[in-house]
């Protein structure tokens, strides 16, 4: 089929940034002193940007797009370099498009080509920032950005007042809609998918089932576009190397949709993991704890 796409002339492009807010699409972003079309599956080809221009370096060209093909994208985006690559894959994981994320991954293993959003800094375990990322987070919310959240050094104590216990959570996000599945703090990891009602029925949620875990939480019932949740589990336990996966749901009828999703992910993985269900009942014990099979 014929789709109306973006252009942009290089050589006209100044760079001045005033195309990018008005693509609601988020496909231009600006790298290296140019307007880039980070991913053409975003275009609609409207123009909305065509009149920010000052330069005339955008216009509309219509050419054939077939259904949609990730490995024809990554020979584009990678003319670009290492920057438009990361952004591109980023851009594909803040849309949930998962499938595509991983056929890039594909294309640049094939090509011999590194990842650029495996990168790290040098002595940490977290991704290095995507300055380039509309308020640094999945949602664009500057509140959704990952971060790890620091324990106290050893030897040292926090204090709480009364009863309070400390927490157990080690990073954030943790709303499953929210989370980058390649996330550092993924990466190895024993992961708590959690029911969101089982941390206000279990007074030992924290000690219990949180500890030494990386935490996403969901609801079965009530949240929308459960495709991305089985998506991202899949890209976790495939690409992150999750080591287990530890389901913690609640004994109502809904809840045992979040169990079934785990399951389905570990069947769709190429990797496969041990994943235990623990139910509770309404008053926070616990019922049962099995392996699933």
């Not at 790298?31 to 409207?46: N, Q």
């Not at 576009?225 to 530890?246: G, T």
Request: hydrophobic share 40%; proline share 5%.
């Amino acid at each position: 089929m014929l789709r109306k796409i973006i252009n942009i002339n290089e050589e006209l492009c100044d760079g001045c940034g005033d195309c990018v807010p008005a693509c609601h699409e988020g496909a231009l972003q600006i790298i290296d002193g140019k307007a880039r079309l980070i991913s053409d599956l975003f275009c609609d080809g409207l123009g909305a940007c065509l009149g920010e221009c000052h330069s005339g370096a955008l216009t509309i060209e219509e050419r054939e797009a077939e259904p949609y093909n990730e490995y024809k994208v990554m020979d584009y985006i990678v003319k670009g370099g290492p920057n438009v690559i990361k952004a591109h894959l980023e851009h594909l994981l803040d849309h949930n498009e998962i499938e595509y994320f991983t056929e890039a991954l594909d294309y640049l293993k094939a090509h011999d080509m590194i990842n650029p959003v495996a990168l790290q800094p040098e002595g940490t375990d977290t991704p290095a920032p995507a300055e380039h990322h509309h308020g640094g987070g999945s949602c664009g919310c500057k509140g959704s950005a990952p971060q790890e959240i620091k324990k106290p050094e050893t030897g040292k104590k926090m204090e709480y007042v009364g009863d309070e216990q400390p927490s157990e959570l080690t990073h954030w996000p943790i709303q499953l809609h929210l989370l980058n599945p390649q996330a550092g703090f993924f990466r190895n990891a024993d992961l708590l998918l959690a029911a969101d009602c089982a941390g206000f029925v279990s007074t030992a949620f924290h000690q219990k089932y949180l500890a030494g875990k990386a935490m996403a939480i969901a609801c079965p019932k009530l949240d929308t576009n459960k495709e991305a949740y089985l998506e991202k589990l899949v890209a976790m336990i495939d690409y992150s190397n999750l080591n287990s996966m530890n389901v913690v749901i609640m004994k109502v009828p809904c809840c045992s949709g979040l169990a079934q999703l785990a399951m389905k992910a570990n069947q769709l993985a190429v990797r496969k993991i041990p994943v235990y269900i623990t139910v509770l009942d309404l008053d926070g014990s616990e019922l049962e704890t099995y392996r699933a099979a």
